[in-house]
């Protein structure tokens, strides 16, 4: 059975190593997990999850009344905050999902890339996805990178012609290091020749799957003093229960099925890196 989520946070390293835009990446602080996504389902082939990201500023919700714009009622204070999550003693900054199997069944022909990679194999095209989500990785803040427009400020969007010809551009600069093959050739396969080949499929998903850390509210305590011309309800702030705290013993192997996938152990240590 082949681990690949294993095997793309090998060809992560390696990629890093070899593409100097991508130099300053730890890959130590990066953690790689697989979600579930069917092949023929709408939705991202891979996500880039910041969790390095400092508490926000207090704040609330509040409610006006239409006629008289006077607010009516407001919200708690509250704060929303990044989960921590550790392996050993590192602590993770960034993690990077891969939809399994949809992934492994990315075809050149049905995607934008196409036009980047005429003539290419369906493998580029997942290649490409590798680096387009290591390339969200900020290099100089927290956070997810943001891209410069013609004028010099930022875009509110984090994609964008640069953004994508970027990527193209570092995929060509990796591919003429001439990498063994052996570092990319699982990319090559499709799910069901991944099935075929090693007999199944499995890698490092959160043991509260299909649930995975992500940025959390949190009532602000004790309560902030309310503006001087704030004057109105408060109405108590319902937070859902949510882990707050991860470590290896939360990452779990599963084994992907077409679809659906199970669990193979039920607690043990992490082999994704």
């Not at 190593?17 to 602080?29: E, Q, Y």
């Not at 390339?135 to 100089?140: A, E």
């Not at 309560?223 to 290896?248: G, S, T, W, Y």
Request: hydrophobic residues 35%.
């Amino acid at each position: 059975m082949i681990n690949y989520i294993e095997r793309l946070s090998l060809l992560m390293s390696d990629i890093v190593a070899r593409v100097p835009t991508l130099g300053f990446i730890d890959m130590s602080k990066v953690l790689v997990f697989a979600r579930s996504g069917r092949t023929n389902a709408e939705g991202a082939y891979a996500t880039c999850h910041c969790i390095c990201l400092p508490a926000s500023e207090p704040g609330y919700y509040f409610w006006r009344d239409r006629k008289t714009g006077k607010l009516t009622r407001r919200s708690e204070w509250f704060v929303t905050k990044s989960p921590e999550v550790k392996v050993g003693t590192a602590p993770i900054d960034y993690m990077i999902s891969f939809t399994l199997p949809r992934f492994t069944d990315q075809v050149l022909s049905r995607t934008r890339k196409h036009a980047h990679y005429p003539n290419q194999p369906n493998w580029v095209g997942k290649l490409d996805t590798i680096v387009h989500e290591l390339y969200h990785i900020d290099p100089q803040t927290p956070g997810i990178r943001r891209m410069e427009k013609a004028d010099g400020t930022y875009s509110a969007n984090c994609h964008g012609d640069t953004f994508f010809t970027n990527v193209v551009e570092m995929v060509q600069q990796y591919l003429a290091t001439n990498p063994s093959p052996e570092t990319y050739d699982f990319l090559q396969h499709n799910f069901e020749e991944l099935e075929t080949r090693f007999g199944g499929i499995c890698g490092t998903t959160f043991r509260g799957y299909p649930s995975y850390p992500q940025r959390y509210t949190e009532v602000v305590s004790p309560q902030p003093e309310p503006p001087a011309d704030v004057d109105c309800r408060i109405e108590p702030l319902k937070v859902p229960r949510v882990m707050k705290h991860f470590n290896e013993d939360d990452l779990v192997m599963r084994e992907f099925l077409r679809n659906t996938s199970r669990q193979l152990i039920r607690k043990g240590a992490y082999r994704a890196a």
